[in-house]
């Protein structure tokens, strides 16, 4: 007798939740919530840096706040090289690509390395009006990797030249060198992909009707450089904004470090990993151990809260699209 009612309401709930979830505006507003979440778990953090005497308590707020900025810019030029990769007809648009680069990088506080890039997938597949399919956006995924590598082949060749120690100099050659042989494969991929020996197979066949043209590829490179070259400006602000001794130079090996270490194929926590290799690196340059793990962990936290902003950005003009026709009919009649 007990027992009857309370499988009732069980599935009275699974059968609301089943008509909910399907439903795009409360798939938007659970979205805008969990974005709203993340962004408060990131200030709450920032703010417990700051009290417990993290050197951004101290931090010049002009030049914290350009810094920001430009973590935020550097998001939009990533999701629009991105996007070069698609062809026009299955094009995500550039908030869902911008959206899944926040999401992975709000995910990776947590998450193992690597995991990010399920989360950029499963962030697209559900972002509204996407039609591109899971290999696709798998490939892209891989392609963008290259064109990241790539793109920090000038910034790691400036850090090995600047390095004072022969590991850090030869770890940096080894990453200039890893991007050089990253880009000739994205130049050269349309190519091979037509070739009559690897058209020959199912795979090869599906891997020419989806790979770009080599200018694609390096228009999508050079919007993806400058997202890391602002990056790295972005970095030398807060530098200089928490007054710390450093120079570009160091600005861009941090960086450099940063990205490289978050290419391991199985490793913990992606953020206390580039946080980890970021601090090694101004250990290594002369900074004092506590204060490099100090920014390390504070310019760390200034990706993840801008990461977490531009999810609550593209969740609210999602928002805003869906209820302006509803707007425009209300104000009709």
Sequence with gaps: MTQLPLRHADSTVAIAVRRLLPNRNVRLLLNGAFGLALV???VLSVRHFVGGGWPIRHADPVLATGSALLFLAAYAFKAWGWQRLFHAHERPAAGALACAGG???V?????????????????????PGTKVGLGTLGLSLLV??????????????VAAAGSNHWMTRAG???????????????????RLAALPRVRR????RWLAEHTHCTREAWAAWLLVSISWSLRGVAVFLLLQALAMPGSFVLAL???????????LPIAPAGAATQAG???????????HTSDAIAFSVAAQGLVILSGAAVIVAVAGWQLVQRARPRLVRATSQ
């Design 277 to 287: 290799a970021g601090a090694a690196i101004l250990a290594l340059s002369g900074v």
């Design 103 to 105: 999401a992975a990088c």
């Design 172 to 190: 940096f050659a080894v990453v200039a060198l890893a991007g050089v042989a990253a880009g000739g494969v994205v130049a050269f991929l349309p």
């Design 201 to 204: 197979y199912r795979v090869g």
């Design 144 to 157: 963008v990797g290259m064109l990241d590598n790539a793109a920090l082949t000038p910034m790691s060749a």
């Design 253 to 263: 090996a941090f960086l450099v470090a940063s990205a490289a270490s978050a290419a």
């Design 40 to 42: 408060a778990v990131a």
């Design 107 to 127: 995910g990776g506080i947590a998450l193992p390395g690597r995991v990010d890039d399920a989360i950029r997938i499963a962030v697209v597949k559900r972002f």
